[in-house]
């Protein structure tokens, strides 16, 4: 698992900015990628690529959740983070969100990732990188630049294992299935 806090610029080294995380915010961190592992699990029981995302604020009461619903609403927005960052906002009232952490159990997009900084989410916890689209680590830096408004801490790596399997599962189901996803 790596934390890795916001930085000056957009070329970043993770290792660079590794932080040590106590066993209580790994412990907390694990509990609520539970939460988000749940909400992949509801995708997946309806067809969805298995994404799921809660937001969570510091006393760790669950503001909002979201998982994937693009097959279903005809929607290629219709992304876990979208759903819970619009629930997070309604919920309190604003979208202003920098108060919450959100945790998500694959790497955000570049349209999630924007939202989320559109939405000055404080922190984002993610489970496993997306090699095609991961916007925050793998491709892109959104959520780290200084050329964006605002910058977020983020946590990678959380039960990555467990976050993986499941989209591997879904995929190779439907592979097998000789569907497209």
């Known amino acids: 698992m790596t934390v890795v806090e916001p930085k000056q610029g ?6 660079e900015n590794a932080e040590v995380q106590s066993p ?3 412990e907390r961190d694990e509990t609520f990628m539970r939460a988000a592992l749940a909400e992949a699990d509801r995708a997946y029981a309806i067809r969805e690529v298995p994404v ?5 604020d510091p006393e760790g009461v669950i503001v909002s959740r979201g998982s994937n619903l ?3 609403s005809k929607d290629p927005t219709a992304h876990a983070e979208m759903f819970a960052i619009r629930a997070a906002s309604e919920a309190l ?3 202003r969100l920098d108060r919450l952490t959100a945790y998500v159990t694959l790497e955000p997009c570049p349209m999630c990732a924007g939202a989320l900084v559109l939405g000055r989410v404080g922190r984002v916890v993610y489970g496993c990188s997306d090699p095609k689209a991961g916007a925050v680590d793998t491709l892109f830096g959104i959520g780290r630049t200084p050329a964006l408004n605002h910058r977020f801490a983020v946590t990678a790596g959380v039960l990555e294992v467990e976050c993986a399997e499941r989209l591997k599962r ?9 569907k497209k996803g």
């Open 10 to 15: 957009t070329e970043r080294d993770p290792a």
């Open 24 to 26: 209580e915010q790994r």
């Open 52 to 56: 799921g995302c809660v937001m969570v």
């Open 70 to 72: 693009r097959e279903a």
């Open 93 to 95: 009232g604003t979208f």
């Open 170 to 178: 879904f995929f190779a189901e439907l592979r097998a299935s000789g």
